[in-house]
């Protein structure tokens, strides 16, 4: 497997979390192994292969149901073992087409505390758990049933069937994937991890100013050339790449969520020029701040 690259996660808007259902017809086209601060539960509604968490590669099929915690490399990749099973030569094999549910997460989601509060005891012993891995078996018919369900809802309702689901999960049977030789041995360091982590909270707290890879480098200890190297090797995108995502993410926020001008997005998000600020937002969205605004309602 390659080096495990930090993946930027970006709530959907008016939510504390994320939630998407996506397909491809190749998980490696879309899913890279990779880590992210936040927990996240990884349901695979259509696909087999193999499944990377950790140190731990296992096959894996439909329905397949894992949750990850904080800055777990993982990743799910569909092959053609499965139809090889079955009889079927390597070379007439095809790659199954894949489908899955993800819901990311962090800590502050839930009431601080929460270890000392008795309705969350369960649900705090299986996010510690979480560091290595968890794969549910024998998971009902219902679990699939709230994942569903909370696709279709928002707000405030969206959020307790979020804790519905995890009160759900935590009374379920499950087995950790990741053995604690891993942590020892992993390549990613928890060093580079926390780097990278301080370095991203700074972009997303000063993305509105004039932000420098060079005020980054010296906020990491590193010279301009050391942190560049680095910031790629981690996380697959040059500093200004990722600055670019951060701020078209946070106006995305502000256009769905408010009634400003486009103008005030683009100045609010670090734009002094607005014709810079819809380039690059056409560049990643596929379209203007205006259409994008218009087409959300």
């Known amino acids: 497997m390659q080096q495990p690259q930090l993946e930027l996660v970006s709530y959907n808007t008016g939510s504390s979390f994320q939630l998407m259902k996506r397909r491809a017809t190749n998980f490696r086209d879309d899913h890279q192994l990779h880590f992210h601060p936040q927990y996240e539960l990884t349901w695979?509604?259509?696909?087999?292969?193999?499944?990377?968490v950790g140190d731990s590669v296992e096959y894996y099929q439909p329905n397949d149901l894992v949750?990850?915690?904080?800055?777990?490399?993982?990743?799910?990749?569909?092959n053609t073992v499965s139809h090889a099973q079955h009889g079927e030569s390597q070379e007439n094999a095809q790659t199954d087409a894949a489908e899955w549910f993800t819901i990311q997460f962090d800590t502050s989601l839930l009431p601080a505390g929460m270890e000392d509060m008795a309705e969350f005891q369960d649900i705090a012993g299986m996010l510690r758990q979480s560091a290595y891995g968890l794969q549910f078996s024998g998971v009902p018919a219902e679990?699939?049933?709230?994942?569903?369900?909370?696709?279709?809802?928002?707000?405030?309702?969206r959020y307790t069937r979020l804790l519905t689901l995890l009160a759900s999960l935590?009374?379920?049977?499950?087995?950790?994937?990741?053995?604690a030789d891993f942590f020892q041995f992993n390549t990613v360091s928890q060093a580079s991890v926390n780097t990278l982590n301080k370095v991203h909270q700074?972009?997303?707290?000063?993305?509105?100013?004039?932000?420098s890879q060079s005020e980054v480098a010296a906020l990491s200890g590193m010279t301009p050339t050391a942190f560049s190297r680095f910031y790629k090797s981690a996380t697959g995108r040059t500093f200004s790449a990722m600055l670019k995502l951060i701020r078209i993410n946070e106006a995305c926020k502000m256009l769905a969520g408010s009634s400003l001008p486009v103008t005030t997005i683009a100045l609010n998000c670090g734009y002094q020029h607005t014709s810079h600020f819809i380039s690059q937002f056409k560049d990643i969205?596929?379209?203007?701040?205006?259409?994008?605004?218009?087409h959300l309602q």
């Open 67 to 78: 949750l990850c915690g904080p800055d777990l490399p993982h990743c799910w990749q569909n």
């Open 202 to 211: 700074y972009i997303k707290t000063h993305f509105a100013s004039a932000l």
């Open 44 to 52: 695979i509604i259509n696909s087999a292969g193999l499944r990377y």
């Open 170 to 179: 935590s009374g379920l049977k499950a087995r950790t994937l990741v053995t």
């Open 143 to 157: 679990i699939f049933s709230q994942l569903n369900g909370l696709d279709a809802e928002s707000g405030l309702t």
């Open 285 to 294: 969205k596929g379209m203007t701040p205006a259409a994008y605004r218009a």
